[in-house]
Every structure is written in structure tokens, then in C-alpha cells.
């Protein structure tokens, strides 16, 4: 019995010591497999998602780069311009609202038509005038500017020529301010453009009857000339307070000078005033008057026959 119990505990403890084998071989991979796991620096273990998730930003931003560059809409660009672009009436080209008061300045031919039709509304009513004149002109000055009202186009080229010389009298600072005064007050309320050379006629006569403000200005250019016709057409100019001499009212307060001193003091009479051309003579006159001549009962006057002219005879 003995033997068999030695027999017996040592097959028990060599199957412990199995066991415990089996165990610490189990133990070890887990403790291997975990291991690296901690021992693996925290960068290296998300670097496949960070590259992913780079991988994925990188298109994002190129659309989102797309969609910034699609915003301001560049192609746009040059449709805003052609928005911004006006149709000259009189040539019918595009330019911008501030190269048009320019292209309208230096084109004596666009601003013709429309002219011609403003003073001829104007020149055809009774009492209006038939001669043009340049208020930019002083008056003092020879070769001032007038002609007629058939013309209208001459006084913008006279304008435009005399705004380019260097005499100073015949005022070129004035007259190139009247030619920009002039085309603004025209742009105020533009021509409709033409398309066809028959409906031209037609558009300005329509355009005419809605009474622009370029109207306002023909009525003084058909008056006498003068600082009052001077100064009523530049009363009608916008920004008219940076007008130039013979503009203003200095030029108008010499004149009033000049005709004060030129009237002669009126002779005053005591003597009653008569219509001559009246038969009746007034009772007073016929008082007033002696005559000394002798006359017959009958009125008839009595003639002497010794003149002077015997008594000096009979002398000789």
C-alpha cells in the first residue's frame, strides 16, 4: 500500500507541474501580445488614420478652394462692365458713364443733332429770335460769336476751338467751361439712341416735347446779348458758381456802371406840354401870344409902304 500512495503522489505532482506548464505558456503570449501594444509610442499608433484622414482633408480643401475662386465669379467681371457701359445717342458706341462726358466734348457731330432740334422748338415760337450768340464771348471783346439759328452746330464748334486758344481775351477758360456745362446739362436728360436713321427724327421729337433742361438755355442764347441774357444761362448750368469771367456777376455790375455813367440828365421845362398834332390850340397859347402887327376892322393886316430898305436907299 505504501508504494502504491508514493506512486500516487508523484503522478499527482507530475500532473501539477504539467498544468503549471501549460499555464506559464499561456501567460507568456498574453503578456507578449500586450506588451507592444504599451510599449508602442502613441504616434505610431493612429498613423493610418491620420493619413487617412489627411488624405481625405487635402480634396476638401481643394473644393473648398474651388468653390472660393467660383464666388467672386471673375467671369462676371466684364458683364457688370457692359452693364456700366452707355450707348453714345449720337454714334451709337459704348462707353463708360465718365469716358462719355469726354467722347461728347472732343464730337461736335454727336451733340449736333440733338441741338438743332432743342432751338429750333425753340426758334419757331413768335418773338424768339433768329440769331445765336456766345455767352462764353465777352462783350467787349471784337470778335465775339454770332450766327444763325438754321446753324445751331457752329456756336459747339466756336465753343470747342475757342476753349483751345491762348488769348486771353476772348476768354478760353470761360468757354471751356460752358462746353462741359453744356454736354452735362445735356446727359441730365440724355436723347434715346437710334437705331435707324428714319426713327432719329421721330425719338428726338419725342424727346423734345418731355421739355429737357437743354431747352431752358435757348430761349437767353436768342435774346440780346447782354450780362442779363449772360446770367440767366448760367443760372441754368449746374455747379454755375465755379463760372468763369465773363460769367458772374461782376461782369453784369460794370455794365450797370457803364450805362449809369452814359445817361445824360433830362432838361426839365416849365413850359406845359401840348400834342402837336392836335388842331385845337390851347386858350393860354393864344393869350400869350402879341401880335404887333396893324390890321383893319376886317383883320386884314396894313402894310407900310416905307420899309427900312427905301430909308437906306434915299440915304445913299
Given at each position: 500500500?505504501?508504494?502504491?500512495?508514493?506512486?500516487?503522489?508523484?503522478?499527482?505532482?507530475?500532473?501539477?507541474?504539467?498544468?503549471?506548464?501549460?499555464?506559464?505558456?499561456?501567460?507568456?503570449?498574453?503578456?507578449?501580445?500586450?506588451?507592444?501594444?504599451?510599449?508602442?509610442?502613441?504616434?505610431?499608433?493612429?498613423?493610418?488614420?491620420?493619413?487617412?484622414?489627411?488624405?481625405?482633408?487635402?480634396?476638401?480643401?481643394?473644393?473648398?478652394?474651388?468653390?472660393?475662386?467660383?464666388?467672386?465669379?471673375?467671369?462676371?467681371?466684364?458683364?457688370?462692365?457692359?452693364?456700366?457701359?452707355?450707348?453714345?445717342?449720337?454714334?451709337?458706341?459704348?462707353?463708360?458713364?465718365?469716358?462719355?462726358?469726354?467722347?461728347?466734348?472732343?464730337?461736335?457731330?454727336?451733340?449736333?443733332?440733338?441741338?438743332?432740334?432743342?432751338?429750333?422748338?425753340?426758334?419757331?415760337?413768335?418773338?424768339?429770335?433768329t440769331t445765336l450768340w456766345c455767352p462764353a464771348c465777352p462783350d467787349a471783346f471784337l470778335g465775339k460769336?454770332?450766327?444763325?439759328?438754321?446753324?445751331?452746330?457752329?456756336?459747339?464748334?466756336?465753343?470747342?476751338?475757342?476753349?483751345?486758344?491762348?488769348?486771353?481775351?476772348?476768354?478760353?477758360?470761360?468757354?471751356?467751361?460752358?462746353?462741359?456745362?453744356?454736354?452735362?446739362?445735356?446727359?441730365?436728360?440724355?436723347?434715346?439712341?437710334?437705331?435707324?436713321?428714319?426713327?432719329?427724327?421721330?425719338?428726338?421729337?419725342?424727346?423734345?416735347?418731355?421739355?429737357?433742361?437743354?431747352?431752358?438755355?435757348?430761349?437767353?442764347?436768342?435774346?440780346?446779348?447782354?450780362?442779363?441774357?449772360?446770367?440767366?444761362?448760367?443760372?441754368?448750368?449746374?455747379?454755375?458758381?465755379?463760372?468763369?469771367?465773363?460769367?458772374?456777376?461782376?461782369?453784369?455790375?460794370?455794365?450797370?456802371?457803364?450805362?449809369?455813367?452814359?445817361?445824360?440828365?433830362?432838361?426839365?421845362?416849365?413850359?406845359?406840354?401840348?400834342?402837336?398834332?392836335?388842331?385845337?390850340?390851347?386858350?393860354?397859347?393864344?393869350?400869350?401870344?402879341?401880335?404887333?402887327?396893324?390890321?383893319?376892322?376886317?383883320?386884314?393886316?396894313?402894310?407900310?409902304?416905307?420899309?427900312?430898305?427905301?430909308?437906306?436907299?434915299?440915304?445913299?
Open positions: 500500500f505504501s508504494a502504491a500512495s508514493a506512486a500516487w503522489s508523484a503522478a499527482t505532482n507530475a500532473l501539477k507541474s504539467k498544468v503549471q506548464g501549460k499555464k506559464s505558456e499561456t501567460d507568456e503570449p498574453g503578456e507578449l501580445l500586450t506588451a507592444p501594444e504599451e510599449s508602442l509610442p502613441k504616434n505610431e499608433g493612429p498613423q493610418p488614420e491620420a493619413k487617412a484622414a489627411e488624405a481625405t482633408a487635402v480634396p476638401e480643401a481643394d473644393e473648398s478652394d474651388a468653390k472660393g475662386e467660383k464666388e467672386p465669379q471673375e467671369p462676371q467681371e466684364p458683364e457688370e462692365s457692359e452693364e456700366s457701359a452707355v450707348q453714345c445717342f449720337g454714334c451709337g458706341q459704348r462707353f463708360k458713364a465718365s469716358e462719355l462726358q469726354a467722347h461728347l466734348e472732343s464730337s461736335e457731330k454727336c451733340l449736333s443733332a440733338a441741338w438743332q432740334v432743342a432751338v429750333n422748338a425753340i426758334g419757331c415760337m413768335p418773338g424768339a429770335g460769336w454770332t450766327g444763325s439759328i438754321s446753324k445751331a452746330s457752329a456756336l459747339l464748334r466756336h465753343v470747342a476751338s475757342a476753349s483751345k486758344t491762348g488769348v486771353p481775351e476772348s476768354a478760353p477758360k470761360a468757354h471751356a467751361w460752358f462746353l462741359t456745362a453744356f454736354v452735362a446739362l445735356l446727359l441730365s436728360s440724355p436723347p434715346p439712341t437710334e437705331d435707324t436713321e428714319v426713327e432719329s427724327e421721330e425719338r428726338l421729337q419725342e424727346w423734345i416735347s418731355s421739355s429737357p433742361p437743354l431747352v431752358n438755355i435757348v430761349g437767353p442764347l436768342l435774346a440780346k446779348p447782354g450780362p442779363a441774357a449772360r446770367e440767366a444761362v448760367r443760372a441754368e448750368m449746374e455747379d454755375s458758381e465755379s463760372a468763369p469771367w465773363p460769367f458772374g456777376a461782376s461782369d453784369a455790375a460794370v455794365e450797370v456802371k457803364k450805362t449809369k455813367k452814359s445817361k445824360k440828365p433830362k432838361v426839365t421845362s416849365e413850359a406845359p406840354g401840348y400834342d402837336l398834332y392836335n388842331e385845337d390850340i390851347p386858350m393860354d397859347v393864344f393869350m400869350a401870344c402879341e401880335d404887333h402887327t396893324r390890321r383893319t376892322s376886317d383883320g386884314v393886316p396894313v402894310l407900310d409902304l416905307l420899309s427900312s430898305d427905301e430909308d437906306e436907299l434915299t440915304q445913299l
